[in-house]
């Protein structure tokens, strides 16, 4: 992470910005795999600095790692890092070979997203920061990744309907339906608390979300539209029947 030579030789001396985000791209990875147990040693050395330049960039151990989360939750909620990767998958491949892409792709991000917010929910105890009212820049930090976030749901979104939108005529359901399916199946690989049995694989749920969980024999759905009008008929049918006569009783499914 050092600067290119001067003519003298030497190396000139960074901006002290530049140097704070040098240091933040490099120790990055370790912070979210150890969070707020790794140790001060291990930052500078992954950084290529002594320990008294970050002490000097940063003040103390918890800021750089504060610092480093918060770039981590933006990286991971970036719309324009969203819309690319999304937009990236073929158009041309199967259906369920877009989903599972789709999927793999909504469940790193998730991940990520989870991994910063409990760095710094923990950074956010460790300090003792949850005793005291929380100064403006934080406030101001939770207003702007709320709008990142709105703008990274608006590039998902559209996003989805791009990927599914080749087979938009096979869908049973509208096209926004079938996003927020698949949006669905994603949040809930993160949402579960009781983590009993691991999430099925993308390539799994991409096949049930397309195909369904039951298996096709025969039995025809009955859109919405046409419930009424089965419900109009049926009716017309009993009223044409002569009196005296037992009214035709509809087996449950279950029922021999």
Do not use: C
């Amino acid at each position: 992470m050092s600067p290119p030579p001067t003519p003298t030789g030497r190396a000139a001396p960074m901006a002290p910005d530049d140097r704070r985000s040098a240091i933040v791209d490099a120790v990055l990875p370790l912070v979210g795999e150890f969070g707020l147990d790794v140790t001060s040693r291990e930052l500078a050395d992954a950084a290529g600095v002594a320990e008294g330049t970050l002490f000097r960039a940063f003040g103390d151990k918890y800021t750089l790692i504060g610092a480093v989360a918060v770039e981590g939750l933006h990286r991971a909620s970036g719309p324009v890092e969203t819309r690319a990767e999304l937009a990236a998958i073929d158009r041309e491949a199967p259906l369920e070979e877009r989903l599972e892409r789709v999927i793999e792709l909504g469940r790193r991000r998730m991940s990520d997203v989870m991994r910063w917010m409990g760095v710094l929910r923990a950074l956010h105890h460790r300090t003792g920061a949850r005793d005291q009212v929380e100064p403006g820049h934080v406030q101001d930090f939770r207003a702007q990744l709320m709008e990142q976030r709105e703008q990274q749901r608006e590039a998902t979104v559209a996003g989805l309907i791009g990927v599914l939108q080749p087979d938009e005529h096979r869908l049973r359901v509208p096209i926004e339906v079938a996003v927020a399916l698949v949006e669905a199946s994603i949040a809930g690989t993160h949402a579960r608390v009781d983590h009993l049995l691991p999430a099925p694989s993308p390539r799994v749920v991409a096949d049930a979300l397309v195909h369904g969980i039951a298996e096709d024999r025969g039995e025809r759905h009955v859109p919405e539209a046409t419930a009424a009008q089965n419900t109009a008929d049926r009716k017309t049918t009993v009223s044409e029947i002569p009196p005296g006569t037992a009214t035709p009783r509809t087996s449950h499914p279950q029922e021999p």
